[in-house]
């Protein structure tokens, strides 16, 4: 009766694991398969702007510029070039298309998995002919309240590195301090220009530098290396 008993258990257990390890694969196939569509319809996406993109060209004058067609080139070139680049024309150009499409892939994934952000994002601007009227290499520091009408719930710092976001903190009750860096954490950063923030109309939202090291510091991170040509 006991080896019986022994015998049950154990089927039971050889049961339950077979189970668990045919759930979790269901799990990484289902995960693969959403990658799958995600990269799929980040280069549909991708395909459609850059039609878009060509279209506009053949109704313009062509323009001398190197860094006009930025629409065909992939994100790990973008990147490259913004790491890498001595062009502060060229810098500029693939930074701006660089989040211009971080922000259309951000929007498209936020509808398809009816989701509200936490920051809302405006509509995807064209990408500018000029250049804007901020210094290039412009710093700046923002601290803003995260939450709703029944109170602060958290609060987040923005380093502006030039029109884009270079460092972001975020900081909630009971929750671990996220800390990102343009470069490794773009998809989860705000990809709005200051311009488009407000933050610099917004009263008492500007800090100085030196209250955002110390608050990235304090937390960990890392000073942003500083771009040189």
Same mark, same amino acid.
């Given at each position: 009766r006991r080896r019986m008993e022994e015998a049950r258990l154990k089927e039971e257990e050889e049961w339950r694991r077979r189970k668990e390890e045919e #759930?979790?694969? =269901?799990? $990484? $196939?289902?995960?693969?398969? $959403?990658? =799958?569509? #995600?990269e799929k319809e980040r280069k549909r996406l991708d395909a459609t702007l850059n039609a878009d993109r060509r279209v506009e060209e053949n109704m313009e004058p062509p323009k001398e510029s190197k860094a006009d067609d930025l629409s065909t080139w992939k994100y790990a070139e973008l990147r490259e070039a913004i790491n890498n680049s001595t062009d502060i024309e060229m810098l500029?150009?693939?930074?701006?298309?660089?989040?211009? *499409?971080? *922000?259309?892939?951000?929007e498209w994934k936020a509808k398809g998995a009816n989701q509200s952000a936490s920051l809302p994002l405006p @509509?995807?601007? %064209?990408?500018p002919s000029g250049h804007s009227s901020l210094k290039n290499n412009e710093q700046r520091y923002f601290k803003? @309240?995260? &939450? +709703?009408?029944?109170g602060q719930q958290g609060l987040l710092y923005i380093h502006f590195d030039g029109q884009w976001v270079g460092r972001q903190m975020e900081m909630r009750p009971a929750q671990k301090p996220l800390l990102l860096t343009? +470069?490794?954490?773009? +998809?989860k950063m705000m990809?709005?220009?200051? $311009? =488009?923030? &407000?933050?610099?109309? *917004?009263?008492?939202?500007e800090i100085k530098g030196e209250e955002f090291e110390t608050v990235w510091c304090h937390l &960990? +991170?890392?000073?942003? %290396?500083?771009?040189k040509p």
């Amino acid at each position: 009766r006991r080896r019986m008993e022994e015998a049950r258990l154990k089927e039971e257990e050889e049961w339950r694991r077979r189970k668990e390890e045919e #759930e979790k694969a =269901q799990i $990484e $196939e289902k995960e693969r398969v $959403e990658r =799958q569509r #995600e990269e799929k319809e980040r280069k549909r996406l991708d395909a459609t702007l850059n039609a878009d993109r060509r279209v506009e060209e053949n109704m313009e004058p062509p323009k001398e510029s190197k860094a006009d067609d930025l629409s065909t080139w992939k994100y790990a070139e973008l990147r490259e070039a913004i790491n890498n680049s001595t062009d502060i024309e060229m810098l500029m150009a693939c930074k701006t298309e660089f989040h211009r *499409r971080l *922000r259309v892939y951000n929007e498209w994934k936020a509808k398809g998995a009816n989701q509200s952000a936490s920051l809302p994002l405006p @509509p995807c601007a %064209p990408l500018p002919s000029g250049h804007s009227s901020l210094k290039n290499n412009e710093q700046r520091y923002f601290k803003i @309240p995260l &939450g +709703g009408t029944a109170g602060q719930q958290g609060l987040l710092y923005i380093h502006f590195d030039g029109q884009w976001v270079g460092r972001q903190m975020e900081m909630r009750p009971a929750q671990k301090p996220l800390l990102l860096t343009a +470069g490794k954490d773009d +998809g989860k950063m705000m990809h709005m220009s200051m $311009e =488009q923030s &407000g933050l610099t109309r *917004r009263k008492g939202a500007e800090i100085k530098g030196e209250e955002f090291e110390t608050v990235w510091c304090h937390l &960990g +991170g890392e000073p942003l %290396p500083a771009w040189k040509p």
